[in-house]
């Protein structure tokens, strides 16, 4: 009982060591002026992401709409070349 109570008391001291530091290490990122450029093109690219997953039928549709019209033209303008 007692091994598995100094494991726990090792384990909780490690987990809190851990976010310490990596409570330090966003406490500097977010100090950091440089890193807000990075923070927002993360966000813009988030952004566009969710903007083509929620278009996702309608830019696909519309791509194979663009593409079979290449296709037909192209079939059109060789024929049975």
Do not use: H, P, Q
Not at 2 to 26: E, N, Q, Y
Not at 35 to 41: K, N, P, R, S, Y
């Amino acid at each position: 009982m007692d091994k598995i109570r100094v494991g726990i008391t090792k384990a909780k001291s490690k987990c809190f060591a851990m976010a310490a530091t990596v409570r330090g290490r966003l406490d500097d990122f977010k100090r950091n002026v440089n890193g807000m450029g990075t923070i927002e093109v993360v966000l813009i690219v988030a952004v566009l992401v969710a903007l083509a997953l929620l278009f996702k039928t309608f830019i696909t549709r519309y791509a194979n709409t663009i593409f079979d019209s290449i296709e037909s033209k192209t079939e059109n303008a060789l024929g049975d070349w």
